[in-house]
C-alpha cells in the first residue's frame, strides 16, 4: 500500500488490510452458511446403516448367522412446534447480525486511520507553522534586547513580549508528542511511515453529513444489535418449541442377516414428545427470554446515544461553519496590523512591542484555522463513519 495513491485508495487499503476487518469477513461467510445448516431441518433427511458381522440366535436353537445387515431410512419433519423456524430466523438474524459487524468493523477501522492521518497532518502544520513564527520573532526579540540595552526601549516590554515568546515555544513539546503519537498510529493502518502527507481531502460534504446524521437509525451498530435481538427471538422461539410434540413421516427397509429372512419394509408417522427433563427447557426458556429483554433495553440505549451522538456532530460542524469565516478575517486583520506596524518602525509610529504582539496574534489565529479545519475533517469523517457510509465512499461494497 502507498499512501501516495490519495487519501481515499489510501483508506481503503488500511481496512481490507486490517487484521480486524478480514476477521469479520470470515466470521460473515461462517454466519451465513449457518443459514444453510438451519435449513436443512426442513428437508427430507436420509440414512444408511450397514453391519457387517455374526448374529447368535440362543435356545430353543443355537445358531450363528454370519453376513451383512443394512437398513435405509428416508424421514421427512411434518412439525416440530416451531423449532426449525426460529432456528432458520436465529440463523438468518446472526447472519445479518454478523454482517452488520463487518460494516461497522469497516467503518470504524476506516474512520480511526482517517483520524490518524488528520491528526498527524495537523500537527505536521502546526509544528511548521510554529516554526516560521518563532524563526522571525526570535530575530525582533533580539533586535528588542538590543535596544533595550542601548537605552531605547523599556525593560518591562521586553519583558512581556519575551513572555509571549517562550509560551509559544513551550508549546513545540506537546506538538511533538502529538506528531509523534499520530505517527504511530498512521503507521499501524498504512504499514508505512508518514512522511510528508498531504492535507486528507472532504470525503463528505456538510450537506451530507447533515443527510446522513438525520439517518442515524441505519448505523450499522444499530442494525447489528436489531439483528441480535431478532437472533435472541428466534432462540427463545425453539425454547418454546420444545414444549410441543414433534412429528414426521418415516419409511424404511431393512434387509437381514440371514438370506432366508425376509427384507421388512416399514413406513408411518413418528411422535415424539418430551414428558419430563429435569427442567432444563424451562430454564433454557427463561435463559433465552431474560436475553430478549437484555438487547431489547440494550438497543433502546444504542439508539439514545447513536441520537445524541450525530446531534452532537452536527451543532459542532454548524459552529465551525459560522466560527471559520470569523477566523479567516482575523488572520487577514492580523497580518494586515503585523505589515502596518512594521512600516510604521521607521517613522517611529510603532514599535516592536506592538509589531511582536501583532505577530503572535496572528500566529494564534493561523494555528486555530488549522485545527478547526482538522476538527471539521473529523466531525465529517465521524459522521459519515457512525451511520455506515464512509466505506462507501471509499469504495468498498456493503
Known amino acids: 500500500m502507498t499512501i501516495a495513491a490519495g487519501f481515499p485508495d489510501a483508506l481503503r487499503s488500511a481496512v481490507l488490510a486490517s487484521e480486524g476487518y478480514q476477521t469479520a469477513q470470515a466470521f460473515e461467510a461462517e454466519a451465513f452458511a449457518g443459514i444453510g445448516v438451519a435449513t436443512s431441518a426442513r428437508r427430507a433427511q436420509l440414512s444408511a446403516n450397514a453391519t457387517l458381522g455374526a448374529l447368535r440366535e440362543g435356545d430353543p436353537v443355537s445358531e450363528t448367522t454370519t453376513g451383512a445387515a443394512?437398513?435405509?431410512?428416508?424421514?421427512?419433519?411434518?412439525?416440530?412446534?416451531?423449532?426449525?423456524?426460529?432456528a432458520i430466523n436465529r440463523a438468518t438474524a446472526a447472519a445479518l447480525a454478523a454482517q452488520a459487524d463487518r460494516l461497522d468493523r469497516g467503518n470504524m477501522i476506516a474512520l480511526e486511520a482517517?483520524?490518524?492521518?488528520?491528526?498527524?497532518?495537523?500537527?505536521?502544520?502546526?509544528?511548521?507553522?510554529?516554526?516560521?513564527?518563532?524563526?522571525?520573532?526570535?530575530?525582533?526579540m533580539d533586535q528588542m534586547d538590543r535596544m533595550a540595552a542601548n537605552g531605547?526601549?523599556?525593560?518591562?516590554?521586553?519583558?512581556?513580549?519575551?513572555?509571549?515568546?517562550?509560551?509559544?515555544?513551550?508549546?513545540?513539546?506537546?506538538?511533538?508528542?502529538?506528531?509523534?503519537?499520530?505517527?504511530?498510529?498512521?503507521?499501524?493502518?498504512?504499514?508505512?511511515?508518514?512522511?510528508?502527507?498531504?492535507?486528507?481531502?472532504?470525503?463528505?460534504?456538510?450537506?451530507?453529513?447533515?443527510a446522513r446524521a438525520a439517518e442515524w437509525k441505519s448505523a450499522p451498530a444499530l442494525k447489528r444489535t436489531v439483528a441480535e435481538l431478532f437472533a435472541a427471538q428466534g432462540a427463545a422461539e425453539e425454547a418454546r418449541s420444545a414444549f410441543r410434540p414433534k412429528v414426521s413421516l418415516q419409511a424404511g427397509v431393512m434387509s437381514p442377516m440371514d438370506q432366508d429372512d425376509t427384507t421388512d419394509v416399514t413406513a408411518g408417522l413418528r411422535l415424539q414428545y418430551v414428558f419430563g427433563d429435569g427442567g432444563r427447557r424451562k430454564a433454557q426458556l427463561e435463559a433465552a427470554e431474560k436475553r430478549v429483554e437484555a438487547l431489547e433495553a440494550q438497543l433502546t440505549d444504542a439508539q439514545r446515544i447513536a441520537k445524541a451522538e450525530m446531534d452532537g456532530a452536527i451543532v459542532r460542524l454548524d459552529a465551525l461553519e459560522r466560527s471559520m469565516p470569523l477566523v479567516a478575517q482575523k488572520i487577514k486583520l492580523t497580518k494586515s496590523e503585523a505589515e502596518t506596524a512594521r512600516s510604521q518602525i521607521a517613522t517611529g509610529q510603532a514599535n516592536l512591542q506592538q509589531l511582536i504582539s501583532a505577530e503572535i496574534e496572528n500566529y494564534r489565529a493561523c494555528d486555530q484555522q488549522i485545527q478547526m479545519q482538522a476538527e471539521k475533517l473529523t466531525l465529517l469523517l465521524t459522521v459519515a463513519g457512525r451511520t455506515g457510509y464512509l466505506t462507501e465512499v471509499i469504495g468498498l461494497t456493503p
Open 152 to 210: 531605547m526601549l523599556d525593560r518591562a516590554a521586553v519583558e512581556n513580549a519575551r513572555r509571549q515568546y517562550l509560551d509559544i515555544q513551550l508549546e513545540r513539546t506537546g506538538l511533538e508528542a502529538a506528531r509523534a503519537e499520530a505517527a504511530v498510529r498512521f503507521e499501524q493502518y498504512y504499514k508505512q511511515a508518514p512522511g510528508k502527507v498531504g492535507r486528507p481531502s472532504e470525503l463528505v460534504s456538510v450537506q451530507m453529513a447533515r
Open 114 to 140: 482517517a483520524r490518524a492521518w488528520a491528526d498527524y497532518w495537523m500537527a505536521s502544520e502546526r509544528l511548521a507553522l510554529l516554526q516560521r513564527k518563532t524563526g522571525d520573532l526570535g530575530d525582533l
Open 70 to 86: 443394512g437398513d435405509v431410512t428416508l424421514s421427512q419433519l411434518l412439525y416440530d412446534g416451531g423449532a426449525s423456524g426460529g
